[in-house]
Each structure stands twice: as structure tokens, then as C-alpha cells.
């Protein structure tokens, strides 16, 4: 088993910044995928960022926030995050990190409510 908790949402203004914190527990040794996804009232579930830990790891992002969001790790405390800027309306959503295993599949936080409005 794998535990997934987000923190760090909250409101902004456009334009503002916003860092998203995700810590991972329980059974992370074959966990080789770790990401953000979101979901906005009345969409569906979105890809927005994730690392993927090979011998490089490489941050792949959706076009969306690409040049504002950028995601890292720190390994070493099993922890992802998102840092946001540039923030528009539109990004705002109930943000939800995940982490995969090849072996025990794919788990998810509870999520985290951003909200970008003026």
C-alpha cells in the first residue's frame, strides 16, 4: 500500500503563485511515477505535470502550463511538488496528486482546491 497526501492549495489572484506539496508513504519502492492532476467543476480529471524516475528523471507537462508550472521531487524525502505561477482563472481545480508502481498500481491523494479569481 501506498499513502498519497496533497498540501499547499488556497485562493489567488491572477498573476499570483502557488507551491503544491505531495508526500508519499507506505510501501514507495517501486514507485517510479509521480504526478499532478486536476479537475475543475463539471470537467473531467486532466493531466497537468509528473516526473518520471528513471535514471534521469524527466518532468513531461501538459501544454496548458507549460513555461508557468514546474514539478520536482525531493527523492530523498518522498515528496513532489508543484510550484505554479502565473496563475490564470482557469487553473483553478481540485488538485490531485498520484503515484505508480508497475507493480501496485496507481494511488491518489484526497486532492486540494486551488481557486484563481480576483
Known amino acids: 500500500q501506498v499513502q498519497v497526501a496533497e498540501s499547499g492549495g488556497g485562493s489567488v489572484q491572477p498573476g499570483g503563485s502557488l507551491r503544491l506539496s505531495c508526500g508519499v508513504s507506505g510501501d514507495t519502492a517501486t514507485v517510479n511515477v509521480m504526478g499532478w492532476y486536476r479537475q475543475a467543476p463539471g470537467k473531467q480529471r486532466e493531466f497537468v505535470a509528473s516526473v518520471i524516475d528513471i535514471t534521469h528523471p524527466e518532468a513531461v507537462y501538459a501544454d496548458s502550463v507549460k513555461g508557468r508550472f514546474t514539478v520536482f521531487k525531493d527523492t530523498a524525502k518522498n515528496m513532489l511538488f508543484l510550484q505554479m505561477t502565473s496563475l490564470k482563472p482557469e487553473d483553478t481545480a481540485v488538485y490531485f496528486c498520484?503515484?505508480?508502481?508497475?507493480?501496485?498500481?496507481?494511488?491518489w491523494g484526497q486532492g486540494t482546491q486551488v481557486i484563481v479569481s480576483s
Open positions: 498520484s503515484a505508480s508502481s508497475p507493480i501496485l498500481g496507481a494511488y
